[in-house]
């Protein structure tokens, strides 16, 4: 069973940057495609980014290139989300998922998603 765990939210101004960290703590998580998804109070978890398993393939919610970069170091097990450029908006709970099927398969689809880690908060201050 795969448990993911991430770490890295907290409270930022606006304008300002987080790296949000997504790691496994009993597989490596070098072996899945992951997925960012992110929830905002009252709405809908809506996708951000994702990488395929060597992260040769990576695909973002069309809102978020400019600002958000998705990345992975397999050696250290983790996935990266790095943010700049933080809006207000962008105030959510962040969560990382692993689809364990097919790890080139860098879905849009929360479904698509087998596990889930616990998420973490992001907050920024205008």
């Known amino acids: 069973q795969v448990q993911l765990v991430e770490s890295g939210g907290g409270l930022v101004q606006a304008g300002g940057s987080l790296r949000l960290s997504c790691t496994s703590s009993r597989d490596t998580i070098g072996h899945y495609a992951v997925g960012w998804f992110r929830q905002a109070p009252g709405q809908e978890r809506e996708f951000v980014a994702a990488?395929?398993?060597?992260?040769?393939?990576?695909r973002y919610a069309d809102s978020k290139k400019a600002r958000f970069i998705i990345s992975r170091d397999n050696a250290k097990n983790t996935v990266y989300l790095q943010m700049h450029s933080l809006k207000p908006e962008d105030t959510a709970v962040y969560s990382c998922a692993a689809e364990i099927h097919d790890p080139y398969n860098i879905a849009t689809d929360s479904y698509e998603y087998d596990y889930w880690g616990q998420g973490t908060q992001v907050t920024v201050s205008s």
């Open positions: 990488i395929s398993l060597s992260g040769g393939q990576i």
